[in-house]
């Protein structure tokens, strides 16, 4: 069963939505997130998208979203202003004009 999780990238004025169909957990796309993150040595919103989803490692699964997925186990935010990254364990949806993810607890990341 794939751990499905959504992505947003906070930078300047924008938002950027990304899916990951599979290892969303913390320890997974989360540890992924940081990693990357380090490896760049920026919080350049526009360089971690481009880094995310332009394939440059073969078969990340990352890819923009266009709406609120209501299948996931896992949110998480990048704040490339304030220089963060959370997860949350998805507790439900909010169903309305588009959906929106309901926040559990927050998961740790390290």
Same mark, same amino acid.
Request: net charge negative; hydrophobic share 30%; charged share 30%.
């Given at each position: 069963?794939? +751990?499905?999780?959504?992505?947003?990238?906070?930078?300047?004025?924008?938002?950027?939505?990304?899916? =990951?169909?599979?290892?969303?957990?913390?320890? %997974?796309? %989360?540890?992924?997130?940081?990693?990357?993150?380090? =490896?760049?040595? +920026?919080?350049?919103?526009?360089?971690?998208?481009? &880094?995310?989803?332009?394939?440059? =490692?073969?078969?990340?699964?990352? &890819?923009?979203?266009?709406?609120? =997925? +209501?299948?996931?186990?896992?949110?998480?935010?990048?704040?490339?202003?304030?220089? +963060?990254?959370?997860?949350?364990?998805?507790?439900?949806?909010?169903?309305?004009?588009?959906?929106?993810?309901?926040?559990?607890?927050?998961?740790?990341?390290?």
């Amino acid at each position: 069963m794939s +751990t499905r999780c959504q992505i947003k990238i906070t930078y300047l004025k924008r938002e950027v939505l990304l899916y =990951h169909h599979w290892d969303g957990y913390p320890e %997974g796309v %989360g540890l992924d997130l940081i990693k990357r993150q380090k =490896h760049l040595k +920026t919080w350049d919103g526009n360089i971690l998208v481009d &880094e995310l989803i332009n394939n440059k =490692h073969k078969d990340d699964g990352y &890819e923009i979203a266009f709406q609120v =997925h +209501t299948d996931l186990d896992y949110w998480y935010e990048v704040d490339c202003n304030r220089k +963060t990254i959370r997860c949350w364990k998805v507790k439900g949806y909010l169903l309305s004009d588009h959906a929106e993810v309901e926040k559990g607890e927050e998961v740790p990341l390290q």
